[in-house]
Every structure is written in structure tokens, then in C-alpha cells.
């Protein structure tokens, strides 16, 4: 990328949108922008084709035209010279809306639904794309949606966020507290420990090192938190999904009958039926 004499972070600038876009890309200069769109056919410029003496040297002019139009976006301040045509070209070559182009929008997508689906639930682009995603490639996988949709509709769609944020909090603080530590350390590591320069500084250290492993058993406390929450939901839904397809009964119906017939077959006597019709075939798991 070229050297930047200003700053760029500002990202509610169509500049600075576009210089994060190149990047991306992995673009050194605005050349290699202009390369691109040249070659896909996203931007042209009008010339005489005999004024050129072949193909590459037409195709070379053209992209300095196109690479000097992209410089002065990067440096203008505003999109009065930015053309529509560019607009356009630039929202096809890096998959992104004009909103994200003119820092009216974060969500970069031109997809419609994805950005539907990003604005009513609040969710990053990437988590929404991921979701679509899994759900083409996984379409036959059931459980996967069930799994996902008990969590959601449990209070753990609320629970995780707000107990993860107490966590970080947690950690945050024990931080702080080892910063605080090693700064004592390192400022009376010279000092005589019999010093009253010692002992004023390094006897602070001792509510410190007790708030920092307050807060070190707090963090890990709210984790366990989380995993138990989480646990329970889906020993929930197990109990749920068992008892949805009757797995227990279904069982029990079965391996009453299988012991029927092999009592009935160790005697001697004719096998008995099945009560349902269905044909007899032994559970291969039982052990006897």
C-alpha cells in the first residue's frame, strides 16, 4: 500500500473505507486496484484504439487513467469526483453496498438478505453468513438447528452474554491488579527492605495481591457459571428429544420381547409373536 500522510481511521469517510478495502485485498497501490478493475471490465476508459500501436499499450494507458482517478479518491475529502461508474465498480470488485462505501452502513455485504438479516438481529456479518452457511451444507442434520435454536430460546441467549461481560470485567480487574504488583516490584527492587521508601510502597501491595485473587476466583467462578448454564439446557433438551421419540419405551418393548424369545427358544417351545406385526431382529448391543 502506498505511504499515508494522514490518518485513515476514521471510517465514516469514503476514503478511508476504500483504502481498508485495497488492503484487504492486499493491494500495494492504487495501481493494482486499477489493474483489476481494467481486467474485469468494471472500469473503461474511452480512447481510439489507432492511436495505439498494440493491445498492452492500450491497455496500459487506460489503467494509468483509471489509476489516477483512484488516487485522487483516496485523497479527497469528499465524493464530488467520485463517479457513479466508479461507485459501481468498486461495490462489485470488493462485494460491498454503497452504504459501506460511504460509511452510512458497517455491514460491508451487497446482499440484501444478509444485510436483512444483520440489521434485525444485530448479529456481525460473519456469524449471519456462517448461519447460512451450516444451514445449506448441514440442510439434512437436524440437530444441529435443534441444538442451537434450545440454546436461543433459553435464557441463555441473555444468561451467556451478560455473565461472559462479568467475566471480562473479572479479568480485567485481576489485570489491572498484577500491573499493579509488578510496578511495585520493579520500583523497590533497588530500595533496602528495612527503607521506609521499601515498606511505604510494598506494603500496598498486600490489599492488591488480595483484591487481584478476589478477582481471579471471581472470573473463574462466573466460567463454571456459564458451563453449567449451558449443561443444563442441553441435558434439557436430551430428556426432551428422548422422550419426543419415545426411546426408553420403544426399548423396553423390544428387549421384553427378545428375552421372551430366548427363554421360549432355551425351552424348547414355539417363539412367540410380536404384538405390533413387526418382523423380530435382536439388539446386537445386549450382552448376555
Request: proline content about 2%; glycine content about 4%; aromatic content about 10%.
Given at each position: 500500500m502506498a505511504?499515508r500522510?494522514?490518518?485513515h481511521?476514521?471510517?465514516?469517510k469514503?476514503?478511508?473505507r476504500l483504502?481498508y478495502?485495497?488492503?484487504?485485498k ?10 483489476s ?5 468494471l472500469?473503461?476508459?474511452?480512447s ?5 500501436n498494440s ?5 496500459k494507458n487506460?489503467?494509468?487513467?483509471i489509476?489516477k482517478?483512484i488516487?485522487?479518491?483516496?485523497s ?7 463517479q ?5 465498480a468498486?461495490c462489485?470488485h ?5 452504504d459501506?462505501?460511504?460509511g ?5 455485504t451487497?446482499?440484501?438478505q ?12 460473519a456469524?449471519?453468513n ?5 444451514c445449506?451444507?448441514q440442510?439434512?442434520?437436524s440437530y444441529?438447528?435443534e441444538c442451537?435454536s434450545?440454546l436461543?430460546?433459553s435464557?441463555l441467549?441473555?444468561s451467556?452474554?451478560?455473565d ?6 473479572e479479568?480485567?480487574e485481576f489485570?489491572k491488579c ?8 520493579e520500583v523497590t527492587?533497588d530500595?533496602d527492605e528495612?527503607?521506609?521508601e521499601y ?7 498486600k490489599?492488591?495481591?488480595?483484591a487481584r485473587d478476589?478477582h481471579y476466583?471471581a472470573?473463574?467462578?462466573?466460567l463454571?457459571k456459564?458451563a453449567q448454564g449451558?449443561?443444563?439446557?442441553l441435558d434439557?433438551l436430551s430428556v426432551?428429544e428422548?422422550?419426543?421419540?419415545q ?10 420381547y ?5 427363554i ?6 414355539p417363539l ?9 431382529q435382536?439388539?446386537?448391543h445386549?450382552?448376555v
Amino acid at each position: 500500500m502506498a505511504k499515508r500522510t494522514e490518518n485513515h481511521d476514521d471510517m465514516s469517510k469514503f476514503k478511508n473505507r476504500l483504502w481498508y478495502l485495497m488492503e484487504q485485498k492486499e493491494y500495494k497501490a492504487a495501481r493494482d486496484l486499477a489493474t483489476s478493475l481494467y481486467d474485469e471490465g468494471l472500469a473503461e476508459v474511452n480512447s481510439k484504439d489507432n492511436i495505439y500501436n498494440s493491445e498492452e499499450e492500450k491497455r496500459k494507458n487506460a489503467i494509468g487513467s483509471i489509476e489516477k482517478k483512484i488516487n485522487k479518491h483516496l485523497s479527497a475529502d469528499d465524493t464530488k469526483n467520485v463517479q457513479g461508474e466508479f461507485i459501481n465498480a468498486y461495490c462489485k470488485h470488493f462485494g460491498c453496498s454503497a452504504d459501506y462505501l460511504f460509511g452510512f452502513s458497517k455491514i460491508r455485504t451487497n446482499n440484501p438478505q444478509v444485510k436483512k438479516i444483520c440489521n434485525l438481529t444485530g448479529l456481525s456479518e460473519a456469524a449471519v453468513n456462517k448461519l447460512i452457511k451450516e444451514c445449506t451444507e448441514q440442510e439434512g442434520v437436524s440437530y444441529i438447528h435443534e441444538c442451537w435454536s434450545a440454546l436461543i430460546e433459553s435464557d441463555l441467549f441473555m444468561s451467556i452474554p451478560f455473565d461472559w461481560h462479568s467475566a471480562y470485567n473479572e479479568i480485567c480487574e485481576f489485570l489491572k491488579c498484577d500491573a499493579a504488583l509488578q510496578a511495585i516490584d520493579e520500583v523497590t527492587k533497588d530500595e533496602d527492605e528495612s527503607s521506609f521508601e521499601y515498606n511505604i510502597v510494598a506494603i500496598k501491595g498486600k490489599p492488591i495481591r488480595k483484591a487481584r485473587d478476589g478477582h481471579y476466583a471471581a472470573y473463574y467462578g462466573m466460567l463454571y457459571k456459564l458451563a453449567q448454564g449451558i449443561s443444563q439446557t442441553l441435558d434439557l433438551l436430551s430428556v426432551k428429544e428422548s422422550g419426543r421419540e419415545q426411546v426408553y419405551e420403544k426399548e423396553l418393548k423390544q428387549m421384553k420381547y427378545q428375552f421372551a424369545v430366548e427363554i421360549a427358544a432355551a425351552k424348547g417351545e414355539p417363539l412367540p409373536k410380536r404384538d405390533d406385526g413387526e418382523e423380530f431382529q435382536f439388539h446386537s448391543h445386549i450382552i448376555v
